[in-house]
């Protein structure tokens, strides 16, 4: 039997995620973890060949953790499934390493056919990302999502709370100036004309909580 994993913090979920695969006669789900915590306590012991990967839990950010996860685990194959349909989160997660990703109104085929196909070494896309990452349209835009410093996350953080820079630059004890040059680093790699719209993209993308 192949082992398999899912992670979800939405129980019906992983309740029917576990149903479609253990009907299938050569799959046997070993593991239900509902967040990034209780994934990395118990992938060790469980040693599953297979993780269908929630990319949106609420205590990290799945480009991160599918990075992490590949790096540690290199032999584990990565099933990414998520309600995200922009091209930057679908184009960054493949590149740390997916092997799959799916939409999470995927059918139960779908998801059959994309195990299947990562233990057989292939990539699979289900048909809907693939409409999005063929949309030449979407290439005109974000291809990856921006990877952010530990000081830019804060000042988002504290942009999406309504604070001046003047009151970002009290808290972090730094210059209006150092944190008008980050306002303008953020514009810049998220392409966007203000900072609340970087923000905008931010908790879309998952790098930051909504306050």
């Given at each position: 039997?192949?082992?398999?994993?899912?992670?979800?913090?939405?129980?019906?979920?992983?309740?029917?995620?576990?149903?479609?695969?253990?009907?299938?006669?050569?799959?046997?789900?070993?593991?239900?973890?509902?967040?990034?915590?209780?994934?990395?306590?118990?992938?060790?012991?469980?040693?599953?060949?297979?993780?269908?990967?929630?990319?949106?839990?609420?205590?990290?950010?799945?480009?991160?953790?599918?990075?992490?996860?590949?790096?540690?685990?290199?032999?584990?194959?990565?099933?990414?499934?998520?309600?995200?349909?922009?091209?930057?989160?679908?184009?960054?997660?493949?590149?740390?390493?997916?092997?799959?990703?799916?939409?999470?109104?995927?059918?139960?085929?779908?998801?059959?056919?994309?195990?299947?196909?990562?233990?057989?070494?292939?990539?699979?896309?289900?048909?809907?990302?693939?409409?999005?990452?063929?949309?030449?349209?979407?290439?005109?835009?974000?291809?990856?999502?921006?990877?952010?410093?530990?000081?830019?996350?804060?000042?988002?953080?504290?942009?999406?709370?309504?604070?001046?820079?003047?009151?970002?630059?009290?808290?972090?004890?730094?210059?209006?100036?150092?944190?008008?040059?980050?306002?303008?680093?953020?514009m810049e790699k998220f392409q966007t004309k203000s900072v609340t719209a970087a923000v905008k993209s931010a908790i879309e993308y998952g790098l930051i909580r909504e306050s």
């Amino acid at each position: 039997m192949i082992k398999i994993a899912i992670t979800d913090d939405h129980p019906l979920l992983l309740e029917g995620l576990k149903n479609i695969i253990n009907a299938h006669e050569d799959f046997d789900v070993v593991g239900m973890y509902a967040s990034a915590a209780d994934l990395f306590n118990h992938i060790e012991a469980d040693a599953p060949l297979v993780l269908l990967l929630d990319i949106n839990l609420p205590d990290a950010n799945g480009i991160d953790l599918v990075k992490g996860l590949k790096a540690a685990h290199q032999e584990l194959k990565i099933v990414a499934f998520s309600v995200h349909n922009e091209f930057a989160v679908i184009n960054s997660i493949l590149n740390e390493g997916a092997d799959a990703y799916l939409q999470k109104n995927a059918n139960g085929y779908e998801i059959i056919s994309a195990i299947s196909d990562v233990l057989l070494g292939k990539r699979y896309i289900c048909e809907k990302t693939q409409a999005i990452l063929n949309n030449k349209k979407a290439e005109a835009g974000l291809k990856q999502v921006p990877k952010l410093t530990r000081r830019e996350k804060e000042i988002l953080a504290f942009v999406a709370k309504g604070m001046t820079t003047n009151q970002i630059a009290e808290s972090l004890f730094i210059s209006s100036h150092t944190v008008e040059s980050h306002r303008k680093n953020l514009m810049e790699k998220f392409q966007t004309k203000s900072v609340t719209a970087a923000v905008k993209s931010a908790i879309e993308y998952g790098l930051i909580r909504e306050s």
